[in-house]
T-cell receptor, first 112, second 113 residues
Framework: GIQVEQSPPDLILQEGANSTLRCNFS?????LQWFHQNPWGQLINLFY???GTKQNGRLSATTVATERYSLLYISSSQTTDSGVYFC??????????????FGQGTILTVHP | NAGVTQTPKFRVLKTGQSMTLLCAQD?????MYWYRQDPGMGLRLIHY???????AKGEVPDGYNVSRLKKQNFLLGLESAAPSQTSVYFC????????????FGPGTRLTVT
């Protein structure tokens, strides 16, 4: 099956700093999602981004499907950005029925 | 729209007890999924459903059963709970056509002692 690798595994920032999280995947995909899991355990959809670049406030994401990676940018980080960031890609049709395969996550800690 | 909701939010079971987790979605989505998340790991698929009355096994189906009697509901059952089933359970749903984007519920934290 498809492999998803995220880096770095851990990231510690001071409030106001910028960061880039990376997601590599082993096979071509037609979609990719980024999630933020907050300290209360909720999974929050950040981006649905099969290709190209999207922005939402201080967050933006870029997926280069032909090179099998996606990047999540966080600018001017805040303590509320702390948590775990996951990327996930679906299997396409067949027996996969779009199930998501998740990376191991990047644990982000933002200090005031 | 409430989106995807899960009941209960927390539960503690003793080994051998049974329980059912309920997932409901009000987005008229055809596909529904049950995942589990263990400490330090991403989510793994337990079972999924591509429509009312149909279910299929995912990556880690052993010890679980599911039912989809109504399009909006997807139930996950544990017939005889084991400590290895201590986990956080997430339900998700998505539309059938063109988009693979999945929407997740808030999760159920289950502890089996």
């Amino acid at each position: 099956g498809i492999q998803v690798e995220q880096s770095p595994p851990d990231l510690i920032l001071q409030e106001g700093a910028n960061s880039t999280l990376r997601c590599n995947f082993s096979d071509s995909v037609n979609n990719l999602q980024w999630f933020h899991q907050n300290p209360w355990g909720q999974l929050i959809n950040l981006f649905y981004i099969p290709s190209g670049t999207k922005q939402n406030g201080r967050l933006s994401a870029t997926t280069v499907a032909t090179e099998r990676y996606s990047l999540l940018y966080i600018s001017s980080s805040q303590t509320t950005d702390s948590g775990v960031y996951f990327c996930a890609v679906p299997g396409a049709g067949g027996t996969s029925y779009g199930k998501l395969t998740f990376g191991q996550g990047t644990i982000l800690t933002v200090h005031p | 729209n409430a989106g995807v909701t899960q009941t209960p939010k927390f539960r503690v079971l003793k080994t051998g007890q049974s329980m059912t987790l309920l997932c409901a979605q009000d987005m008229n989505h055809e596909y529904m999924y049950w995942y589990r998340q263990d400490p330090g790991m991403g989510l793994r698929l337990i079972h999924y459903s591509v429509g009312e009355g149909t279910t299929a096994k995912g990556e880690v189906p052993d010890g679980y059963n599911v039912s989809r009697l109504k399009k909006q509901n997807f139930l996950l059952g544990l017939e005889s709970a084991a400590p290895s089933q201590t986990s956080v359970y997430f339900c998700a749903s998505r539309r059938l056509a063109d988009s693979y984007e999945q929407y997740f519920g808030p999760g159920t934290r289950l502890t089996v002692t």
